[in-house]
């Protein structure tokens, strides 16, 4: 399962990397996204990868650390998940008002001579 | 036991900001005089809030000059430590010094076009004093991204096609380096099970070679982040380009910015991979840095002598400043970090005036801002910001000149303003190698890359001080048309404030470096931070105070016995 996992995280990871790359603002937007996407997903497997291990402990009970799954990366992801959510939306309407503005989507403002 | 009341001001410089932004942003540019009070109000309570953090630390009122305070009452590994020693406390200061300079200067012209300004401008301030006072490495993360956020709308401020195509890249670089900085924490979290610095830096020494192994991959790539923003070479090619399109007053605090990566970097190296210390993780990384920082000092000077434009030779001298902070951390001696901690705050101030003055300089060329006006219309901005009242003051061209020598003594290092002192200093802890005890100190050799760095830094006061007096005569002596520009008290004044703050640096060098030494003798002993961050308890809560009254035990029996419970409305009240 380790193995999938990360290979997806890298899959993602990769992909955005190349849209950032890439000229056009609406690709980098995506690239970002990918991005942030994978990095939410390695922040989640941090705390390793466990089957049938909530990280809730039930009431009235005594938690046994041992059948219990991390919480604290699930409650990082969560806040970068938020972050980045933030940061993107804020990303977006920069992007718009430069199309606005310059009349081109291209990430320098304009079109490179042909 | 109760938390004495004085305990919370580690809290205001955080919380002030966080209100006075909220306060503000309700209120429409109508109000912008009350908008501007508020501000500045709020800044000047900083400004007071750092003082006192500065006479606490080093006077005795804490234990080592450590201040902790266990937010929400979370005993120290579990909860968010926010902790307050003497480098902290001035950076704090520098950082209310400088944002009274740049809200000064705001008050004519920029503060008063765009909505957000001053809501923005407190949030900036937030994130950057959240940084330097937070000591878990999530929530830095979480500060960080405030001032970031607050910095892309200010880069944004004044909106004109320049700034956006700027901010743009400004942007995508910044998420890009959020990102690392989210990969290198978990990583971080996944090898120690901990993201508070102190219990990160009392367990990596003992850490297994496989677990060390991750944290340093975490670490280097958690640095990232910060070499992203203190622009070291080759990670520093967007900070030109925004300083030269932000608005003088948030380009001023942008040269801030690039301080707090360095900080960072200063306190997080120094704690986590301390050299000298058992463990396979000490010493970690410094080559990196060192190198680095060299590497961005030859950039940034070859930047400075190719730019035309005042705004993107500030920006590669501003290259140039964290370059060689990046190497004076690299090199790992414990007396150059005082002379750099020197530097750092002289050439904020050096650059930061420079930036201010170069709005001011270049209505000698053009004396009505033609950008101003398109932003004006952009916005539909009724209220028309009075012209610049001030008569055309007869000296204004003799101030610019002397303002302008004056930054560029100081950014090349030459005497007799702060920057010779930060160099001089700088030279005499590399030529002075530490002695180890019983040696004898003729026997002490300078190792070849102290030479080098040396020389770099000789070479790039010298480019720096060619770059400068050729932008400087072609502007004063070569201008054909000059007419003296017409300037404002209120612009004027924290261009002179700043300058004066770096005459007083130089004139009050003895105990300034006194302080600065304490500062790094503290961040030099991790074990005291450890002790005092891992050892403060977490004020016990109604219940079990009322329960150790009742046995005859105060304090300290109840805090040990509910290590880490929450007590409600204690610290937060």
């Not at chain 1, 899959?11 to 937007?29: D, E, K, N, T, Y």
């Not at chain 2, 740049?102 to 765009?114: K, P, S, T, V, Y």
């Not at chain 2, 690299?330 to 705050?345: E, F, I, R, T």
């Not at chain 2, 539909?380 to 204004?396: F, H, I, L, S």
Request: with cysteine.
């Amino acid at each position: 399962m380790e193995a999938v996992i990360a290979l997806a995280i890298g899959i993602v990871f990769a992909s955005g990397i190349w849209l950032v790359l890439r000229p056009r603002s609406f690709q980098v937007l995506c690239g970002l996204m990918l991005m942030s996407y994978a990095v939410n997903l390695f922040i989640f497997i941090m705390g390793r990868l466990w089957v049938d291990k909530p990280p809730l402990t039930p009431a009235g009970t005594v938690p046994d650390p041992g059948t219990l799954a991390d919480p604290l990366p699930q409650a990082l992801v969560l806040t970068a998940i938020v972050i980045g959510f933030a940061t993107t939306a804020l990303y977006l309407v920069v992007m718009i008002g430069s199309r606005g503005l310059t009349g081109t989507d291209h990430v320098d403002g304009e079109e490179p001579e042909p | 036991m109760t938390l004495p009341w004085l305990q919370h001001i580690l809290l205001v410089p955080i919380l002030l900001p966080l209100l006075c932004g909220a306060v503000l942003a309700p209120l429409t540019q109508g109000w912008h005089r009350l908008k501007f009070a508020l501000s500045y109000a709020s800044v000047l309570g900083l400004l007071a809030t750092a003082l006192v953090l500065v006479a606490m630390t080093d006077g005795g009122y804490w234990q080592d000059g450590i201040g902790v305070y266990l937010a929400a009452n979370w005993a120290a590994p579990f909860g968010i430590a926010l902790v307050a020693d003497r480098l902290a406390a001035m950076m704090l200061l520098l950082t209310a010094l400088l944002a009274m300079a740049a809200l000064h200067f705001a008050m004519q012209r920029w503060g008063r076009i765009g909505v957000h300004f001053h809501t923005l401008f407190q949030f900036l301030l937030m994130g950057i004093n959240g940084a330097f006072l937070t000591h878990d490495l999530f929530n830095l993360f979480v500060f960080f991204e405030v001032m970031l956020a607050a910095s892309y709308g200010l880069v944004l401020h004044g909106y004109n096609s320049t700034r956006l195509r700027a901010s743009m890249q400004y942007i995508a670089v910044n998420l890009a380096a959020a990102l690392l900085f989210l990969v290198g924490t978990a990583l971080i979290y996944a090898a120690t099970g901990t993201l508070n610095m102190a219990d990160l830096a009392a367990r990596i020494p003992a850490l297994p070679a496989a677990s060390a192994g991750l944290v340093q991959t975490g670490a280097a790539i958690l640095v990232l982040a910060f070499l992203i923003k203190s622009a070291m070479w080759p990670l520093g090619f967007w900070l030109p380009t925004t300083y030269a399109a932000a608005s003088p007053p948030v380009a001023a605090m942008l040269v801030l910015m690039t301080k707090v990566g360095a900080y960072v970097i200063l306190r997080l190296w120094l704690l986590l991979f301390p050299i000298g210390t058992a463990g396979t993780s000490s010493g970690f990384g410094y080559d990196a840095l060192l190198y680095g920082g060299m590497a961005t000092i030859v950039f940034g000077a070859a930047g400075m002598l190719s730019s035309d434009s005042a705004g993107r030779m500030a920006g590669y001298g501003a290259t140039v400043s964290s370059g060689t902070l990046l190497a004076v951390i690299g090199y790992g001696q414990p007396s150059l970090v005082v002379a750099g901690l020197y530097y750092l705050v002289g050439s904020t101030l050096a650059v930061a005036a420079f930036l201010l003055l170069i709005e001011l300089i270049e209505r000698i060329r053009t004396p009505r801002s033609a950008m101003l006006a398109v932003t004006m219309e952009a916005y539909a901005v009724e209220d028309t910001p009075d012209e610049p009242k001030g008569q055309g003051v007869p000296a204004a061209m003799a101030f610019l000149g002397l303002s302008f020598a004056a930054c560029a003594l100081m950014i090349a290092g030459l005497p007799p303003l702060s920057g010779f002192v930060a160099k001089f200093s700088l030279f005499h802890a590399l030529l002075n190698p530490p002695v180890a005890a019983g040696a004898d100190a003729a026997g002490v050799v300078i190792p070849g890359v102290g030479w080098v760095l040396m020389a770099l830094v000789i070479a790039s006061g010298l480019i720096t001080i060619i770059s400068m007096v050729r932008f400087g005569v072609r502007t004063f002596w070569a201008a054909t048309n000059a007419t003296p520009p017409k300037l404002h008290r209120s612009e004027v004044a924290p261009i002179a404030f700043l300058l004066t703050l770096a005459v007083a640096m130089t004139v009050e060098a003895s105990p300034i470096f006194g302080y600065l030494q304490r500062a790094s003798a503290g961040i030099h002993r991790p074990a005291d931070y450890i002790g005092r961050v891992l050892g403060t308890p977490a004020v016990p809560g109604p219940a079990a105070r009322h329960a150790a009254g009742a046995a005859g035990v105060m304090g300290a029996a109840g805090a040990a016995a509910a290590p880490g419970l929450p007590a409600s409305g204690e610290a937060a009240s």
